[in-house]
Nanobody, 130 residues
Framework: QVQLVESGGGSVEPGNSLRLSCAAS????????IGWFRQAPGKEREFLGV??????????YYSDSVKGRFTMSKDSREDTVSLQMNNLNSDDTAVYFC?????????????????????WGRGTQVTVSS
């Protein structure tokens, strides 16, 4: 079983950036899929993006709501997956979660639901406010 821990959240002003990290313990990520979600007060958990990787390639799928502003990456030295968030605005205020799915071979766009993921971190708060 894999345990996930998010870090990097905080409070920023609109237009700024944050980089979140998701670290694994107990079992390696092993190529993913690893996804990022967020949940704002009173709203449902929202899919942001998912990635898989191998020694030869990276595969990504992003929600239209964050495409072009948010970017996922895999640290080659450590078993972490990051979410770079640029040009943040107040609508990005939420608790951010990373999640891991068991081995999966289908298209990444089918992983745009929290129900498809088996393991979750406890989340990290991001607040965007002037």
């Amino acid at each position: 079983q894999v345990q996930l821990v998010e870090s990097g959240g905080g409070s920023v002003e609109p237009g700024n950036s944050l980089r979140l990290s998701c670290a694994a313990s107990g079992r390696a990520f092993n190529g993913g899929p690893i996804g990022w979600f967020r949940q704002a007060p009173g709203k449902e958990r929202e899919f942001l993006g998912v990635m898989t990787w191998s020694d030869y390639e990276r595969n990504y799928y992003y929600s239209d709501s964050v495409k072009g502003r948010f970017t996922m990456s895999k640290d080659s030295r450590e078993d972490t997956v990051s979410l770079q968030m640029n040009n943040l605005n107040s609508d990005d205020t939420a608790v951010y979660f990373c999640a891991a799915a068991e081995s999966y071979s289908g298209p990444l766009y089918d992983l745009d639901s929290s129900a498809k993921f088996n393991y979750w971190g406890r989340g990290t708060q991001v607040t965007v406010s002037s």
